[in-house]
Nanobody, 119 residues
Framework: QVQVVESGGGLVQPGGSLRLSCAVS????????MAWYRQAPTKQREMVAS???????NYAAPVQGRFTISRDNAKNTVYLQMDSLKPEDTAVYYC?????????????WGKGTLVTVSS
């Protein structure tokens, strides 16, 4: 069974940096498109960044130039490097995997990791 586990969240001051990690086990990581989503208090979940199985990246406008998504297929891990953090980046960040499953395309979600940007 595929498992997706996020880590690296915490409290950081505005302007600071944080790196989130998402470890995937039990599947075919190198074939998955990966993405980070976030959900701020009282707000809708939104896609932050994505990376395809071949390394093509995409970012939401509010984080473009500040966040970087990357993947290490040897470690079955995707990362989200967050720089120049702002209070509005505060949210629970979720890792998502999309790709081939035994019987067709599948989606997998982690349980999230909390990022709080505050002074």
């Amino acid at each position: 069974q595929v498992q997706v586990v996020e880590s690296g969240g915490g409290l950081v001051q505005p302007g600071g940096s944080l790196r989130l990690s998402c470890a995937v086990s039990g599947g075919f990581f190198s074939l998955y498109a990966m993405a980070w989503y976030r959900q701020a208090p009282t707000k809708q979940r939104e896609m932050v960044a994505s990376i395809s199985s071949v390394g093509t990246t995409n970012y939401a406008a509010p984080v473009q130039g500040r966040f970087t998504i990357s993947r290490d297929n040897a470690k079955n891990t995707v990362y989200l490097q967050m720089d120049s953090l702002k209070p509005e980046d505060t949210a629970v960040y979720y890792c998502h995997a999309h790709g081939p499953g035994t019987w067709g395309p599948m989606n997998y979600w982690g349980k999230g990791t909390l990022v709080t940007v505050s002074s």
